[in-house]
């Protein structure tokens, strides 16, 4: 029976699994002492997660999609259990997350939904190359931190998608048609 997925280290987590981390514990050790466990960072994650003072912009930030790129897409909704004392499961997303966030795509076929995402991906991908976005940084620059052209990109994503028969007819079935309005 799958408890959770967790999408930290893409494993599901099972009753056995349960068992067995209760197995591997030490008679006194407890969840409480492995929050205690000390972590240092190096300069390089520093820089990388952006928390180095010296640095005016960047880190992971340029990794970013801008932020009305998610009408487009799926978010995925994840929240790992934690393993209580008593070596219990608390917390995490339920198993039906989707169904309820996403009500028309999740009674699509999985055909369905991959065909719009390809699509939706093929058109953003045409209209970095199009805009010559080739990299990291000028992806930041133009979509992240340009406000302007970012709107212009995205009122191109929807004329790409006005015009791609595949993607009209999909947009109902998976609960998407605001896209075009």
């Known amino acids: 029976m799958i408890i959770q997925k967790s999408s930290s280290i893409g494993k599901f987590i099972t009753s056995s699994d349960q068992a067995n981390w209760k197995k591997m514990q ?3 050790s407890t969840m409480h002492a492995i929050n205690k466990d000390q972590v240092t960072i190096s300069n390089i994650g520093k820089l990388a997660s952006g928390s180095d003072q010296n640095q005016e ?3 992971v930030s340029v990794y970013q999609l801008p932020s009305w790129m998610k009408d487009f897409t799926f978010s995925i909704e994840s929240v790992v259990a934690t393993i209580q004392s008593n070596g219990k499961l608390s917390g995490g997303t339920s198993g039906d997350w989707f169904e309820k966030k996403y009500p028309d795509a999740a009674k ?3 055909s369905e939904v991959e065909k719009f995402s390809t699509l939706i991906s093929d058109h953003y991908q045409g209209l970095l190359e199009k805009h010559g976005i080739n990299n990291t940084q000028s992806h930041y620059e133009n979509l992240i ?3 302007e052209f970012s709107e212009f990109f995205r009122s ?3 004329n790409a998608i006005k015009n791609d028969t595949q993607l009209l007819t999909l947009l109902p079935r998976i609960g998407k048609s605001y896209l075009i309005e």
């Open 156 to 158: 191109e994503m929807k």
């Open 26 to 28: 030490p008679a006194h």
């Open 57 to 59: 912009e960047g880190g």
């Open 145 to 147: 931190l340009d406000k």
């Open 108 to 110: 699509a076929s999985i």
